[in-house]
């Protein structure tokens, strides 16, 4: 059993490798896109929920669509901050439902700030 283990750990350190170079090569075209948009809108929620769409469709298991697609929010996001740093403000302090909902939607890899109005 030890010696499967090993091995089956071998072989996700090397889908984890994989997985790397993938994501920062859609790091890298993402940083080519953003510099041919010059002034364009960086946030484009209707490519990103096309993006989502066709990885949950696409997705063939074992994880569940919605575990799919939060990973690739996250990437998204990621990818997104390098074109431009985006700003998204919440009603209330840190850790209230509106906050959850910012990171839900935009990922972690936006400045949330709150704030104490709507205002």
Do not use: W
Not at 45 to 73: C, D, H, Q
């Amino acid at each position: 059993m030890a010696d499967d283990i090993a091995r089956l750990r071998r072989d996700i350190d090397g889908v984890d490798d994989e997985l790397l170079k993938l994501v920062n090569q859609r790091a890298a075209l993402a940083s080519r896109i953003g510099a041919l948009k010059k002034g364009a809108p960086v946030y484009r929620p209707e490519r990103e929920a096309e993006i989502l769409r066709r990885m949950a469709k696409a997705n063939p298991g074992p994880l569940a669509a919605e575990r799919v697609t939060s990973v690739f929010r996250e990437v998204i996001s990621a990818c997104r901050g390098l074109e431009e740093a985006i700003r998204v403000t919440y009603l209330g302090p840190e850790g209230t439902f509106s906050e959850q909902a910012v990171r839900q939607h935009f990922g972690r890899a936006v400045d949330a700030l709150p704030t104490a109005s709507v205002d």
